[in-house]
């Protein structure tokens, strides 16, 4: 579903046989690894919709596929597709021979591509209804929402958990299921290697601020707030105790006193009733016969080329699989252009997925943005050639094993086997033609994008088998996820409410301006997203912690961090002091441990020009001006920023037991010094560095078992190539020899490899084929050298010996290197 949309049991890290053994599990992911036959996989699809293209096109679509370098093709499988007007179930063919479903999954297995199913009952894709039948609506209208003051859903969401609705679910999962079982994937043999449960669950009611509030939901939720809450339910609510209907209204249009708890208790209710749903869903598949592979939950979240709301989908959806054998989740996004502004966004979307998963679940992405986003087909939008290089090698960077490129081909909406008198009597929104902006066009061609995904997709096929078994590395340090600061999907229109909103959305994961998420990556730090309510955070774990926060972070929250800096964790605080928890209670506990009194918040506005001076080991450094700033009075500690008018301060340095925390209460620009400076004074120190000119490069690195790595450079720079050394721990990388890259430009760089039977020491080029006793290379500037333990040759190469290791300097863009 594209960003302007709207409106076995087990296949866990089980114990069994080591990775490539006669008994390995078909499918199986384990230590952050996807696992084919017991071997680490880097699975690539690209989506087809076959309901889309007549069943004569589907073997050119595939060929397409082929030749992009897919080994995988995903496709939605639409309810509202198969089901006929007389309620029963096509998936054979014998209406229309497009709804021959396992005639399609027949032809990729026979093609030599895994599938990911994506089954519904839910699958969006323009599709009305968003791919359930109107006529289970229709027959079961209990199941549509009522939301806030007892108004109608604008969307076609439904109670997940309504008796009518599931009853349904099943109904079709009986039908659909049995087709995929019968092509689960073999030892040996392609085949159906996930399936997804729903599709971007909770986002309707999210994106229209319409929860479920049927009669049915407001029973469970009445419940659990009783056994929630118990007898302190009557001073949270003043509708405890009340007659069911009073309490259902009093829900449904809530006083402002109570609203921000509510609006806290909800979203936290729904987290565990849509884990309860996908469990429901598992447990269908599960006996018609769908075994042995990962259940996938995809998580949606970006508009507007933005994913600051994505965490939303995390927190919604993190208990239906986060630490749950057998279960996976994928991000959806729709980013267009990776740039300054975004680059941060995607970084967080998998920093934060992985910081709520298990130590073997890995992270995927399961609608990855493939096509030029002209998705109005008007010409008012484009992305450029680089956008999808630039995102899948992030991606990959962070330790991705499953991309699925969607949309990959375009198609047609068929007609409604009877017409609704919709307008257009098709099954899709988006006209007849569908797709427009995909790699390969409704009609098969090759649209803009088509030649640069190719390039991507073969770019990581030639790596794939290096990437498949690495793990990504981190530096000391990790940015804070609170769940709770996203449950924001489910907002009644209070003052409370909004103060809690004002206050937390500007500055929540990314910090105010961005600027603590921006300011960390581009100044060189590797670092992974933790759940911070989670547990208790070790120092030993997590020596450095950087977290923005407003002022409502709830108290066990803060009595951790409290904890955490005394036993001499090191706390890195953006945003503002907090003092309330979630629900607007007051919440104190880390400020007083602080020792800082707040006092105004300043904003810069009304011809004030609000400014900041720089002091202690933040200077020198010019004075800035700042859009916000809440003036402290501290009790101890140093001064490192203060409000120049008043000279109160904004900034400060705090010891805290046997810890040390920078509380910065002010929106600070992205200065890379100044972030940089102040996580290398709580002991935060970039392992790997460069020398680049001009901001934009940044350097992440993933590892093998042993000890094989590869160094993923970026230039996110939109026109500036840059050329640059590499150092770790201040020892020179790549013998010193200077990278280049051009803007918006990446490169997966080898270092201590074994490929094609040769021990790279390092290569300032891509690797670009490997093959036994030789690899080929593509270079990224005008020179590249390779450095190889052993005697090594390539044609027209300057060779160098030194100490056993064989120096190749070669002036050509592409080239092969052959063990001697």
């Known amino acids: 579903m594209h960003r302007r949309t709207f409106l076995a049991a087990t296949a866990g890290a089980a114990p069994g046989p080591g990775p490539g053994g006669p008994d390995a599990a078909p499918v199986t992911y384990r230590d952050k690894q996807f696992l084919l036959d017991g071997k680490p996989a880097l699975v690539m699809a690209g989506e087809i919709h076959y309901f889309r293209l007549e069943r004569a096109d ?384 409704p009609e098969g061609r090759p649209g803009p994008s088509y030649p640069a995904l190719r390039r991507t997709v073969h770019a990581v096929d030639a790596n794939a088998a290096l990437l498949a078994p690495m793990r990504v590395e981190y530096d000391a340090l990790a940015l804070g996820f609170v769940p709770d600061h996203y449950l924001t999907e489910y907002h009644p229109a209070t003052d409370s409410v909004q103060a809690v909103l004002d206050d937390v959305q500007p500055v929540r994961g990314l910090g105010p301006r961005r600027a603590l998420a921006r300011g960390m990556l581009l100044g060189g730090f590797r670092y992974r997203g933790v759940d911070v309510q989670a547990g208790d955070l070790d120092p030993a774990r997590t020596p450095v912690l950087a977290l923005a926060t407003g002022e409502y972070l709830d108290g066990v929250i803060q009595r951790r961090l409290v904890d955490y800096l005394e036993a001499g964790g090191r706390l890195l605080l953006s945003g503002r002091l907090p003092g309330k928890d979630m629900a607007g209670r007051p919440a104190t506990e880390l400020r007083n441990a602080l020792g800082l009194k707040p006092g105004r918040t300043l904003t810069d506005a009304n011809r004030f020009f609000l400014s900041v001076s720089a002091h202690g080991w933040a200077a020198p450094r010019a004075e800035i001006r700042v859009p916000k700033a809440q003036l402290c009075t501290p009790s101890r500690g140093d001064v490192v920023l203060r409000e120049v008018s008043t000279g109160d301060g904004c900034g400060f340095d705090i010891r805290v037991g046997k810890g040390r925390a920078v509380v910065l209460t002010n929106d600070y620009r992205c200065d890379l010094d100044f972030w940089t400076t102040a996580l290398r004074e709580l002991g935060a120190v970039p392992g790997i560095t460069h020398d680049a000119r001009l901001p934009g490069v940044f350097l992440l690195t993933t590892a093998d078992a042993d000890g094989g790595r590869l160094l993923h450079a970026f230039n996110i720079s939109s026109a500036y190539g840059q050329e640059f050394t590499v150092a770790e721990h201040g020892k020179p990388l790549f013998g010193g020899e200077r990278l280049q890259l051009p803007g918006r430009g990446a490169a997966m760089l080898p270092l201590e490899l074994e490929a094609g039977g040769l021990h790279i020491a390092y290569a300032t080029a891509e690797i670009s084929g490997v093959a036994a006793g030789r690899v080929s290379f593509r270079a990224l500037g005008d020179e590249a050298v390779v450095a190889v333990d052993g005697r090594a040759r390539c044609t027209g190469a300057e060779v160098s010996v030194e100490g056993g290791r064989t120096v190749l300097r070669v002036r050509r863009p592409e080239f092969t290197v052959h063990r001697d």
């Open 58 to 441: 589907w073997q050119s679509r595939l060929d397409m596929a082929k030749d992009a370098g897919f080994n995988a093709v995903a496709t939605y499988i639409p309810w509202m597709w198969h089901e006929t007007p007389d309620g029963t179930i096509d998936v054979t063919g014998h209406t229309r021979p497009e709804r021959d479903l396992g005639a399609f999954l027949d032809l990729c297995i026979a093609n030599g591509f895994d599938v990911i199913a994506r089954p519904g009952p839910f699958t969006m894709a323009e599709l009305k209804g968003e791919g359930v039948p109107d006529r289970v609506r229709k027959e079961h209208p209990e199941i549509n929402p009522t939301g806030w003051n007892g108004g109608d859903s604008p969307t076609w969401a439904v109670d997940y958990l309504a008796p009518a609705f599931l009853k349904e679910a099943r109904r079709w999962y009986g039908a659909v299921m049995p087709v995929l079982a019968q092509r689960l994937r073999r030892k040996g043999r392609p085949g159906v290697i996930a399936c997804q449960l729903d599709n971007e669950i909770g986002m309707l009611d999210w994106l229209s601020n319409t929860p479920a509030l049927t009669d049915h939901l407001l029973q469970d939720f009445n419940s659990w707030l009783d056994r929630t809450h118990g007898p302190d339910l009557g001073g949270r609510y003043p509708f405890a105790g009340r007659p069911a209907d009073e309490r259902d209204h009093a829900i449904r249009t809530p006083g402002d006193a109570y609203s921000a708890a509510l609006m806290h208790d909800l979203g936290t209710f729904m987290r565990g009733r849509f884990a309860r749903y996908v469990m429901a869903l598992r447990e269908a598949a599960e006996d018609h016969g769908v075994r042995g592979v990962p259940f996938l939950i995809n998580i949606h979240g970006t508009a507007d080329n933005s994913a600051e709301n994505f965490p939303i989908g995390i927190s919604q959806l993190m208990e239906t699989y986060a630490g749950k054998p057998g279960m996976i989740s994928g991000a959806d996004f729709y980013l267009g252009d990776l740039s300054f502004r975004n680059v941060t966004d995607l970084y967080l979307i998998n920093a934060f997925m992985d910081a709520v998963h298990d130590g073997d679940q890995p992270v995927t992405a399961l609608e990855f943005e493939a096509g030029h986003a002209d998705y109005e087909d008007n010409l008012d939008e484009q992305t450029g050639a680089a956008a999808a290089d630039l995102k899948t090698r992030l991606c990959l960077a962070q330790g991705a094993k499953v991309i699925n490129y969607y949309l990959f081909a375009g198609g047609f909406n068929p007609k409604l086997d009877r017409p609704a008198g919709d307008g257009n009597d098709r099954i899709g929104s988006t006209g007849e033609r569908h797709g427009f902006a995909a790699p390969v066009d």
